[in-house]
């Protein structure tokens, strides 16, 4: 059944990701309005604070007045203040989210957002705090952060969640290994730039919270439960296969505390039967369920593919 679900599912998602490339002049009419919406708003925030340098204090991320500017966890995610860095997030986010919108869904994907950029700030935060104290570096404290790379890196997740074997040319890197690439290659390039190293506690965090959220909090309309139980979407699959001996332990001591079966929501007890036996226990229903989670992100898909078809359709039969 996944091989067929695969061979269903990769040429819709190569079609998605042929229209990424469009001829210049119809470029951004291939985006979601939702998108290019955010995009309005990074392109906005990085014009105000060049036009308003002190806005800076107010709208990004300053440890030190995050009390009582307690709304900088949230702004600080959506201000970039270098050109460069407007640039990245922007294409980012009109690319990554032309892919993920289609299949979350416009309202999933902008709850995504949100809750990733907060809890990658609020993460950061208590990351400066805690260097300050270790430290005693003023440094930590008074650094304006900001930008949208931290929702970028969660995207690269949702990419590793959705089609983890589909290779990307010509690099022949399959997409399940983006974050991992993305992160090893962000340290590696602190190490001679040392500026980089202010953007990594927002790409580690917004590439953990954001598999924290799609492995244990997305709700997803075509299922009774919260999140993704497969195991080939589990943290040790972020590592090498032959690292991942020594962090599954590690990472079911962190699920046991913050998942233990007495914490289940009332969703998750679709896994179990009779309250004793534990998903995979059951192959039939195990397969069932799987089976069924293909068939609505297959029509949802399809569904995308024929929304984006329709514009040239439409212009065909005009001519």
Known sequence: MASSFTGKIIPQLQFALSTMSPPVGGMFSEFTKLCKGLAAILVGGHIVVQLLPSSVTYLALIPARTIPF???????????????????????????????????????????????????????????IAFYYITRQETYLYMPLSGFHGVLAGFLVGIKQIVPDQELSPLKIKAKWLPSLMLLFSIAMSFYIPELATY???????????????????R??????????NEDFAFSTFFPQFLRPFVDPIASKFHQMLCG????PVDVQDYTLEGSQLLGSDPIEASRRREKGARALE?????????????????????
Request: net charge negative; with cysteine.
């Open 200 to 218: 990594l506690p927002t790409l580690i965090f917004g590439t953990y919270t954001g598999w924290i959220y799609l492995k244990y909090l997305q």
């Open 261 to 264: 079966t007495s914490e289940a």
């Open 220 to 229: 997803k309309p075509e299922a009774k439960h919260l999140g993704d139980p």
């Open 70 to 128: 307690g709304w900088n966890l949230i702004t600080a995610g959506y201000i970039e203040q270098s050109v460069l860095g407007v640039v990245v997030s922007t294409l980012g986010l009109l690319f990554l989210g032309k892919l993920l919108e289609p299949i979350w869904g416009s309202k999933e994907f902008l709850k995504f957002i949100f809750v990733i950029n907060f809890l990658t700030s609020f993460c950061v935060f208590l990351t400066a």
């Open 299 to 319: 029509e949802r898909l399809a569904a995308a593919v024929k929304n984006s078809e329709e514009p040239h359709t439409n212009g065909a039969d005009t001519v």
